[in-house]
């Protein structure tokens, strides 16, 4: 069965960081690609990085900015985004999802496991 199981969420002040972990299980790997996507009240789901299993990264929005870095452990099924200089608008509900098309693509629609989700908050 696979599962993912997002950690790592809190409440920060504009400009501070966090690092947000997804643990996935079940699965090979290899045979996956892991996204980040956020969710803020009231609005559709938008991803936010991705990294596939050979390491290649996909940063969509304004994570792309250089704020976020998506990175993962292979021999410990984790993939983490740190996220600094965190602005009010990155507030939300952060998902980890896999696909098992192994290329990463910012479509929610692609993912079919996801995790719990992890509640991100930044005051302003």
Known sequence: EVQLQASGGGLVQAGGSLRLSCGASGFTRAD???AW???APGKDRKGVACITSG???ALWGDSGEGRFVISSDNAKNTVSLQMTSLRSEDTGVYYCAATDSRLCHPDHSRYGYWGQGTQVT???
């Open 37 to 39: 996507f956020r969710q």
């Open 55 to 57: 390491g290649g990264r």
């Open 122 to 124: 930044v005051s302003s």
């Open 32 to 34: 996956y690609a892991i």
